[in-house]
């Protein structure tokens, strides 16, 4: 078992935290909310009043941050991980953040002596409380050996995407196809609604058709044929439309610098752009289909 740092106990860490801390690892936890870090302790990590402490003796630092700024500022700024790591420690970053901010990130690192993982993840709250996590990796193979171990206390899989940055490439082209997909699937219950087939017909015929896709068969936008979907539960999120707008642009900053076409994807950004701005960050993603259906 391994002695860990994890920075950033937000809605995520907290769960995966306590999932380091269930499969026996030492955790130091630090989150600038102090009620985060008591959270972290109530689940049996021991309390770090600053990064420093936190990392010090660490063999690998988690970080679960919002967004690349506070990557940068974690990692890099002053007494940050990298002024305090010892020598061989390894960064694994699980924060979802820009393709070139990670690639910069694992040079600095490197540049520094150390081995940096970007880590995103697929699957929300539920899933980093229940361990079932998946992990898009990027590094070198070595580091890659070294996370994964880590990795398996918070996971169901755990994907070695290549060099650095390749786990946010994953993470980003996946996550557009799934703004995409569920566009689509809500205008095509809605179509057959509206021609009179009802949405339990439609999934029958169409899950087991070409149409079907994860945004019908595991999260369908139309209340009723998937018990657990947050369609059922007015949309309450689940992935609100305010993280997929937030995936949206950094998949579409990264294709525009690297010459992809993605017309769809901008369409996908536009739809949730404009839920955003109109009040609805907080509504989970596939609440799409009450715009569809014109009812907000
Ligand atoms: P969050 O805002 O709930 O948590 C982030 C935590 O980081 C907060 O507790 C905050 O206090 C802490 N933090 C910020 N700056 C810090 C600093 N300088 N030092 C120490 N702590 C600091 O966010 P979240 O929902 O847990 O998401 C975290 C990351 O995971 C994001 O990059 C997000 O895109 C990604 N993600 C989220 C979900 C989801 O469903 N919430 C799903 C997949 C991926």
Redesign the pocket.
């Known amino acids: 078992m391994s002695r860990l740092a994890f920075?950033?106990?937000?809605?995520?860490?907290s769960g995966m935290c306590a999932n380091l801390v269930k499969a026996g690892h030492e955790v130091h936890a630090?989150?600038?909310?102090p009620d985060?870090v008591k959270q972290a302790v109530a689940a049996g990590a021991t309390a770090a009043e600053s990064?420093a402490a936190a990392v010090k003796g660490a063999e690998v630092v988690v970080t679960?941050?919002?967004?690349g700024k506070?990557v940068d500022?974690?990692y890099f700024g002053e007494n940050g991980v990298a002024a305090n790591a010892g020598p061989g420690t390894t960064f694994l970053d699980?924060?979802?953040?820009a393709v070139e901010e990670s690639r910069e990130a694992a040079k600095k690192a490197a540049d520094a002596g150390f081995s940096y993982m970007d880590a995103?993840?697929?699957?929300?709250?539920a899933a980093a409380e229940g361990g079932t996590l998946t992990f898009m990796v990027g590094g070198p193979k070595e580091g890659y050996e070294k996370a994964k171990p880590v990795l398996d206390a918070m996971a169901k899989n755990v994907f070695h995407a290549g060099d650095a940055g390749n786990g946010q490439v994953a993470k980003i082209a996946n996550n557009m196809l799934l703004g995409i997909s569920m566009i689509g699937t809500c205008e095509a219950f809605n179509l057959a609604e509206k021609l009179g087939l009802d949405a339990q017909t439609f999934f029958d015929i169409s899950s087991t058709a070409s149409g079907q896709c994860w945004s019908m068969t595991s999260y369908c936008p139309a209340p009723g044929p998937v018990p657990a979907a947050p369609s059922n539960r007015d949309y309450k999120p689940g992935?609100a439309v305010a993280?997929m707008l937030?995936?949206l642009k950094l998949a579409l900053a990264s294709a525009e610098g690297a010459g992809a076409d993605t017309p769809l994807g901008e369409h996908a950004q536009d739809i949730y752009a404009k839920l955003d701005e109109d009040g609805h960050a907080g509504l989970d993603f596939s609440g799409v289909m009450k715009r569809i259906r014109g009812e907000i």
């Open positions: 920075i950033g106990l937000g809605n995520m860490g630090f989150d600038l909310n985060a990064i679960m941050l919002p967004a506070h500022q974690v699980c924060s979802t953040i995103p993840v697929s699957g929300g709250v992935f993280m937030k995936d």
